[in-house]
C-alpha cells in the first residue's frame, strides 16, 4: 500500500540475489530404452563408442522422448533445452526446444517430434539446463541410438541347390536335391544358411545371433550371439539316420527376430556303426509284433529271444477308443515300417478302416 504507514530501521540493508549458471545435466536416456543383444543389455549410447538401438517391440510407436536431470545452485525450478540430429543429415538439427519447467533435481523431458524419427537412421542428441535468466549449462555427453523396425531375413537352400564336391565333405545337403553328404549319424556336420539384415534407411544394427533346434521346435535352445554366432553353417550333430528336419531362426543386435526357416536333409547311416531297427513301435530298440487283441487293444509284442527286447514282452500301443471309429482294433487294417516324421526312430502306425 504506497499510501500506508511506513517505519523503517536506522540501519538498512541492501539484498542482492545472485544467479549461477546451471549444473550440467546428468543421466540422460531416451524413452524407449534403446538396447543391444552384443552384449544383451540396455544401451543409451553415451559413453562415445556404442549405439542401442529401438526395434519394433521395445514399445517404439514412432514417439521419442529424451530426458536428463537438471538441477541449479541458485534456482528452485528451471528447464531443460534438448536437441537431436540424423546423422544422414548434419546440415541441421531434426528437431529441439525447450521441456517443461521442472523443480530443481527434477527430470526434464523432451518429447521429439514422431515424424521425425525414421526405421534404419541413427540419431545423436544431447541437454543442455536453463533458468532463461542466465546463459545454459555445459550439454550432456552426445548420446547416440539407432532405429530398427525391420526383422532380419533368413533363407536355407531348397532341393534346387546343388553343393559342390568340398562342400558335401562337411555340409548336410537339402533334401529331394539328388545329393549325399559325406557325413553319417552321430557326425557333426553343418546346415548352411544365409542371413541378411535389410537397412530401409540406410543403416542396421546387423544380424548378431542364432538359434536351432530339432523337434520340438527350439525346446532347450539359447542364442549363440557375438563370437558364438555360426557364420559358416549351423553345427549340428544328428543321432537319426534318414530325413532330420532342424529349424532356425536369427536376431539383429536390435533384437528383431526372423522368421522360422525349416531345413530338411537325409543323413546316411554309419556302416561302421549298428544297423538301423526297423518295426520298432515301442521304442526300445527291438522290432514288434503288431496285432489286436480279443478285447479290440492295439499291443506290440516283443520277438521271443530278441536280445536288444527290453522289458515289458507285452504293450498296449492303443485303447479301443484310439481306433478309427473309436470301436476297437479288431477289424483294422495296420501297418508299420519306418516313419513319416523326419528323423523319427520309432515306426509310425499307419491305421485303415474298411470302408
Known amino acids: 500500500d504506497k499510501m500506508a504507514f511506513k517505519r523503517l530501521t536506522y540501519n538498512?540493508?541492501?539484498v542482492v540475489e545472485y544467479d549461477r549458471v546451471p549444473n550440467t545435466p546428468t543421466n540422460p536416456y531416451a524413452w524407449p530404452v534403446p538396447s543391444t543383444s552384443v552384449p544383451w543389455a540396455e544401451n543409451q549410447g553415451c559413453d562415445g563408442n556404442s549405439i542401442g538401438w529401438l526395434n519394433s517391440s521395445s514399445g517404439f510407436n514412432g514417439s521419442v522422448s529424451l530426458n536428463a536431470t537438471v538441477s541449479s545452485k541458485a534456482q528452485s525450478s528451471l528447464f531443460g533445452w534438448a536437441h537431436i540430429w540424423?546423422?544422414?543429415?548434419?546440415?541441421?538439427?531434426?528437431?529441439?526446444?525447450?521441456?517443461?519447467?521442472?523443480?530443481?533435481?527434477?527430470n526434464a523431458v523432451f518429447q521429439v517430434n514422431p515424424n521425425v524419427i525414421k526405421d534404419g537412421h541413427v540419431y545423436g542428441w544431447g541437454m543442455m539446463a536453463s533458468d532463461k535468466l542466465v546463459q545454459m549449462s555445459a550439454s550432456t555427453p552426445v548420446c547416440r541410438f539407432g532405429v530398427d523396425l525391420t526383422p532380419p531375413t533368413l533363407t536355407v537352400p531348397d532341393a534346387n541347390t546343388v553343393l559342390s564336391a568340398a562342400e558335401l565333405t562337411d555340409k548336410f545337403p537339402p533334401s529331394g536335391n539328388g545329393q549325399v553328404t559325406k557325413k553319417h549319424v552321430g557326425e557333426q556336420g553343418l546346415v548352411p544358411f544365409t542371413a541378411t539384415d535389410p537397412a530401409p534407411g540406410g543403416n542396421?544394427?546387423?544380424?548378431?545371433?542364432?538359434?536351432?533346434s530339432f523337434d520340438p521346435q527350439f525346446s532347450g535352445a539359447g542364442w549363440a550371439c557375438g563370437g558364438d554366432y555360426p557364420t559358416n553353417g549351423i553345427p549340428v550333430t544328428p543321432g537319426r539316420w534318414g530325413t532330420n528336419i532342424l529349424y532356425l531362426q536369427v536376431m539383429d543386435n536390435a533384437r528383431n527376430v526372423s522368421p522360422v526357416a525349416s531345413y530338411s536333409f537325409y543323413v546316411p547311416w554309419n556302416p561302421d556303426g549298428p544297423p538301423p531297427v526297423f518295426g520298432d513301435v515301442t521304442?526300445?530298440?527291438?522290432?514288434?509284433?503288431?496285432?489286436?487283441?480279443?478285447?479290440?487293444y492295439l499291443r506290440a509284442y516283443n520277438p521271443p529271444g530278441n536280445p536288444n527286447a527290453k522289458s515289458?514282452?507285452?504293450?498296449?500301443?492303443?485303447?479301443?477308443a484310439?481306433?478309427?471309429?473309436?470301436?476297437?482294433w479288431t477289424n483294422i487294417q495296420l501297418t508299420h515300417r519306418g516313419t513319416l516324421t523326419g528323423g523319427n526312430n520309432i515306426d509310425d502306425v499307419i491305421a485303415h478302416a474298411p470302408g
Do not use: H
Open 322 to 328: 484310439d481306433a478309427p471309429g473309436g470301436k476297437g
Open 12 to 14: 538498512p540493508a541492501v
Open 86 to 106: 540424423d546423422y544422414a543429415n548434419l546440415s541441421a538439427d531434426v528437431d529441439s526446444g525447450y521441456t517443461a519447467e521442472v523443480p530443481n533435481n527434477g
Open 283 to 296: 521304442g526300445d530298440g527291438a522290432p514288434d509284433i503288431l496285432t489286436p487283441d480279443q478285447a479290440g
Open 204 to 212: 542396421a544394427s546387423g544380424v548378431a545371433c542364432a538359434r536351432w
Open 312 to 320: 515289458p514282452a507285452v504293450a498296449t500301443v492303443a485303447t479301443p
